[in-house]
Protein backbone atom coordinates (compact mmCIF):
# COMPACT_ATOMS: atom_id res chain seq x y z
CA UNK A 1 0.00 0.00 0.00
CA UNK A 2 2.88 2.25 1.01
CA UNK A 3 4.59 0.93 -2.46
CA UNK A 4 1.24 2.09 -4.38
CA UNK A 5 0.67 5.71 -2.47
CA UNK A 6 3.95 6.74 -2.79
CA UNK A 7 3.45 5.69 -7.05
CA UNK A 8 0.77 7.75 -6.86
CA UNK A 9 1.87 10.71 -5.08
CA UNK A 10 4.53 10.35 -7.46
CA UNK A 11 1.70 10.99 -10.64
CA UNK A 12 0.02 13.55 -8.61
CA UNK A 13 2.90 15.70 -8.51
CA UNK A 14 4.66 15.64 -12.31
CA UNK A 15 0.81 16.39 -13.54
CA UNK A 16 0.48 19.24 -11.46
CA UNK A 17 4.55 20.31 -12.28
CA UNK A 18 2.86 19.81 -15.79
CA UNK A 19 0.13 22.18 -15.35
CA UNK A 20 1.77 25.12 -13.68
CA UNK A 21 4.53 24.74 -16.33
CA UNK A 22 1.83 24.97 -18.97
CA UNK A 23 -0.04 27.36 -17.19
CA UNK A 24 3.41 29.86 -16.98
CA UNK A 25 4.36 29.04 -20.50
CA UNK A 26 1.20 30.35 -22.19
CA UNK A 27 1.14 34.24 -21.28
CA UNK A 28 5.46 34.09 -22.46
CA UNK A 29 4.31 32.31 -25.49
CA UNK A 30 1.68 35.13 -26.46
CA UNK A 31 3.79 37.67 -25.71
CA UNK A 32 6.43 36.41 -28.02
CA UNK A 33 4.28 36.28 -30.41
CA UNK A 34 2.86 39.57 -29.63
CA UNK A 35 6.67 41.00 -30.36
CA UNK A 36 6.72 38.86 -33.72
CA UNK A 37 3.36 40.51 -34.90
CA UNK A 38 4.62 44.03 -33.72
CA UNK A 39 8.30 43.99 -34.50
CA UNK A 40 11.09 44.73 -37.34
CA UNK A 41 12.95 42.47 -39.54
CA UNK A 42 15.57 42.56 -36.99
CA UNK A 43 13.91 41.25 -33.88
CA UNK A 44 12.55 38.52 -35.94
CA UNK A 45 15.43 37.37 -37.37
CA UNK A 46 16.17 36.69 -33.79
CA UNK A 47 13.84 34.32 -33.25
CA UNK A 48 15.95 31.30 -34.60
CA UNK A 49 18.83 32.63 -32.86
CA UNK A 50 17.65 31.85 -29.64
CA UNK A 51 17.60 29.01 -27.53
CA UNK A 52 13.86 29.82 -25.87
CA UNK A 53 11.59 32.20 -24.97
CA UNK A 54 12.97 33.93 -22.61
CA UNK A 55 16.05 34.24 -24.15
CA UNK A 56 14.37 35.74 -27.44
CA UNK A 57 12.47 38.39 -25.08
CA UNK A 58 15.94 39.18 -23.77
CA UNK A 59 17.06 39.71 -27.17
CA UNK A 60 13.76 41.62 -28.16
CA UNK A 61 14.41 44.35 -25.08
CA UNK A 62 18.07 44.73 -26.21
CA UNK A 63 16.54 45.93 -29.67
CA UNK A 64 14.17 47.93 -28.69
CA UNK A 65 16.52 49.98 -26.72
CA UNK A 66 19.02 50.29 -29.72
CA UNK A 67 16.11 50.99 -32.01
CA UNK A 68 14.69 53.94 -29.61
CA UNK A 69 18.54 55.33 -29.01
CA UNK A 70 19.15 55.36 -33.01
CA UNK A 71 15.42 57.64 -33.26
CA UNK A 72 16.88 59.70 -30.67
CA UNK A 73 20.00 60.23 -32.57
CA UNK A 74 17.61 60.87 -36.15
CA UNK A 75 15.44 63.68 -33.77
CA UNK A 76 18.66 64.90 -32.22
CA UNK A 77 20.40 65.60 -36.23
CA UNK A 78 17.28 66.90 -37.03
CA UNK A 79 16.96 69.44 -34.35
CA UNK A 80 19.52 72.07 -36.27
CA UNK A 81 17.45 71.90 -39.47
CA UNK A 82 14.17 72.24 -37.30
CA UNK A 83 15.14 75.51 -35.50
CA UNK A 84 16.58 77.35 -38.50
CA UNK A 85 13.05 76.59 -40.21
CA UNK A 86 10.98 77.52 -37.42
CA UNK A 87 12.88 81.06 -36.78
CA UNK A 88 13.50 81.29 -40.77
CA UNK A 89 9.31 81.24 -40.58
CA UNK A 90 8.64 83.49 -37.76
CA UNK A 91 11.27 86.37 -39.46
CA UNK A 92 9.64 85.93 -42.64
CA UNK A 93 5.95 86.36 -40.94
CA UNK A 94 4.73 82.78 -42.21
CA UNK A 95 1.38 81.57 -41.11
CA UNK A 96 2.07 80.07 -37.75
CA UNK A 97 1.01 80.86 -33.97
CA UNK A 98 1.90 81.08 -30.47
CA UNK A 99 0.87 77.52 -29.53
CA UNK A 100 2.63 76.04 -32.47
CA UNK A 101 5.81 78.43 -31.69
CA UNK A 102 6.06 77.47 -28.35
CA UNK A 103 5.39 73.21 -29.08
CA UNK A 104 8.95 73.49 -31.33
CA UNK A 105 10.74 75.50 -28.97
CA UNK A 106 10.48 72.98 -26.65
CA UNK A 107 10.83 70.20 -28.73
CA UNK A 108 13.96 71.44 -29.88
CA UNK A 109 15.16 72.59 -26.35
CA UNK A 110 15.36 76.34 -26.31
CA UNK A 111 13.74 78.02 -23.56
CA UNK A 112 12.36 81.87 -24.51
CA UNK A 113 10.72 84.39 -22.25
CA UNK A 114 7.41 86.20 -23.13
CA UNK A 115 8.64 89.22 -24.21
CA UNK A 116 11.23 91.51 -25.23
CA UNK A 117 12.41 90.04 -28.76
CA UNK A 118 15.41 92.20 -30.92
CA UNK A 119 16.76 91.05 -34.22
CA UNK A 120 20.59 91.24 -35.39
CA UNK A 121 21.21 90.68 -38.53
CA UNK A 122 24.99 90.18 -39.63
CA UNK A 123 26.72 90.47 -43.25
CA UNK A 124 29.51 89.25 -44.60
CA UNK A 125 32.13 91.67 -46.05
CA UNK A 126 33.27 91.33 -49.51
CA UNK A 127 31.33 88.20 -50.31
CA UNK A 128 32.09 88.00 -53.66
CA UNK A 129 36.16 87.84 -52.70
CA UNK A 130 34.61 84.99 -49.66
CA UNK A 131 33.20 82.95 -52.75
CA UNK A 132 36.61 83.42 -54.90
CA UNK A 133 39.14 82.73 -52.06
CA UNK A 134 37.26 79.60 -50.62
CA UNK A 135 35.55 76.61 -51.55
CA UNK A 136 31.98 75.71 -50.80
CA UNK A 137 32.87 73.11 -48.18
CA UNK A 138 35.48 75.55 -46.26
CA UNK A 139 32.38 78.50 -46.53
CA UNK A 140 30.17 76.57 -44.52
CA UNK A 141 32.02 75.93 -42.00
CA UNK A 142 33.44 79.49 -41.55
CA UNK A 143 29.52 80.35 -41.59
CA UNK A 144 29.02 77.43 -38.89
CA UNK A 145 31.54 78.97 -36.57
CA UNK A 146 30.19 82.52 -36.98
CA UNK A 147 26.62 81.07 -36.27
CA UNK A 148 28.41 79.66 -33.13
CA UNK A 149 30.20 82.88 -31.88
CA UNK A 150 27.60 84.35 -32.10
CA UNK A 151 25.41 82.12 -29.98
CA UNK A 152 28.01 81.94 -27.55
CA UNK A 153 28.13 85.88 -27.00
CA UNK A 154 24.48 86.04 -27.02
CA UNK A 155 23.85 83.15 -24.22
CA UNK A 156 26.64 84.38 -22.17
CA UNK A 157 24.05 86.70 -21.06
CA UNK A 158 20.74 86.64 -22.12
CA UNK A 159 18.89 83.82 -24.65
CA UNK A 160 18.95 83.47 -28.22
CA UNK A 161 19.22 81.45 -31.48
CA UNK A 162 21.75 82.09 -34.41
CA UNK A 163 20.31 80.88 -38.07
CA UNK A 164 21.71 81.45 -41.75
CA UNK A 165 19.36 83.91 -43.59
CA UNK A 166 20.91 84.36 -47.09
CA UNK A 167 24.47 83.15 -47.87
CA UNK A 168 26.18 86.34 -47.13
CA UNK A 169 23.62 86.91 -43.92
CA UNK A 170 23.00 85.57 -40.66
CA UNK A 171 20.43 86.11 -38.00
CA UNK A 172 20.22 86.43 -34.48
CA UNK A 173 17.06 86.35 -32.53
CA UNK A 174 18.01 88.04 -28.99
CA UNK A 175 15.44 87.29 -26.34
CA UNK A 176 16.03 89.60 -23.45
CA UNK A 177 14.96 89.47 -19.56
CA UNK A 178 10.89 90.49 -19.44
CA UNK A 179 12.23 93.24 -16.26
CA UNK A 180 14.38 94.85 -18.47
CA UNK A 181 14.04 98.63 -19.70
CA UNK A 182 13.84 99.40 -23.20
CA UNK A 183 16.95 101.52 -22.81
CA UNK A 184 18.87 98.83 -21.28
CA UNK A 185 17.85 96.41 -24.03
CA UNK A 186 19.24 99.04 -26.37
CA UNK A 187 22.12 99.69 -24.51
CA UNK A 188 23.29 95.35 -24.18
CA UNK A 189 22.39 95.11 -27.90
CA UNK A 190 24.91 97.39 -29.12
CA UNK A 191 27.52 95.66 -26.71
CA UNK A 192 26.47 92.32 -28.02
CA UNK A 193 27.33 93.52 -31.80
CA UNK A 194 30.40 95.08 -30.80
CA UNK A 195 31.78 92.10 -29.18
CA UNK A 196 30.29 89.87 -32.07
CA UNK A 197 32.69 92.63 -34.39
CA UNK A 198 35.68 91.67 -31.52
CA UNK A 199 35.44 87.74 -32.09
CA UNK A 200 34.69 87.46 -35.69
CA UNK A 201 37.78 89.82 -36.50
CA UNK A 202 40.11 87.13 -34.27
CA UNK A 203 38.51 84.29 -35.18
CA UNK A 204 37.99 84.40 -38.49
CA UNK A 205 39.02 85.44 -41.94
CA UNK A 206 36.88 88.07 -42.58
CA UNK A 207 34.92 90.74 -40.74
CA UNK A 208 30.57 91.56 -40.96
CA UNK A 209 28.53 94.57 -40.97
CA UNK A 210 25.88 94.40 -38.37
CA UNK A 211 22.28 96.15 -38.29
CA UNK A 212 20.05 96.09 -35.27
CA UNK A 213 16.26 96.21 -35.55
CA UNK A 214 14.08 97.66 -32.59
CA UNK A 215 12.65 95.66 -29.52
CA UNK A 216 9.42 93.87 -29.53
CA UNK A 217 7.23 92.12 -27.00
CA UNK A 218 5.71 89.35 -28.36
CA UNK A 219 7.91 87.24 -30.94
CA UNK A 220 5.22 87.30 -33.75
CA UNK A 221 6.29 90.60 -34.52
CA UNK A 222 10.45 90.14 -34.84
CA UNK A 223 9.51 89.91 -38.58
CA UNK A 224 9.63 93.60 -38.13
CA UNK A 225 12.78 93.85 -36.13
CA UNK A 226 14.15 92.06 -38.88
CA UNK A 227 13.45 94.10 -42.08
CA UNK A 228 14.60 97.35 -39.65
CA UNK A 229 17.90 95.08 -38.80
CA UNK A 230 18.35 94.41 -42.52
CA UNK A 231 18.10 98.12 -43.93
CA UNK A 232 20.31 99.14 -40.78
CA UNK A 233 23.25 97.14 -42.44
CA UNK A 234 23.83 100.04 -44.68
CA UNK A 235 25.27 102.05 -41.55
CA UNK A 236 27.93 100.41 -40.97
CA UNK A 237 28.75 98.89 -37.13
Known amino acids: IIIMLTILYIIISLFLSFLISTGMYKPVEKLVNQILNTSGNSINENKSKVKNEYDFIGHA ?9 NMQYVMNSLKPMMKEKLFMNIIMGKDINQQEISERLDFIGINFGTSNFIVIAMQIDGYNEFLMNYNEVD ?3 YKIKLISIVEDIIRSQHRGVC ?9 AIVNFKD ?3 LFEVKEESVKIASKINEEVKKELPFTVTIGIGRMYKDILNIKQSYKEAINALKYKI
Open 179 to 181: EMA
Open 139 to 141: RNL
Open 61 to 69: YNDVIVENK
Open 163 to 171: IEMESDKVV
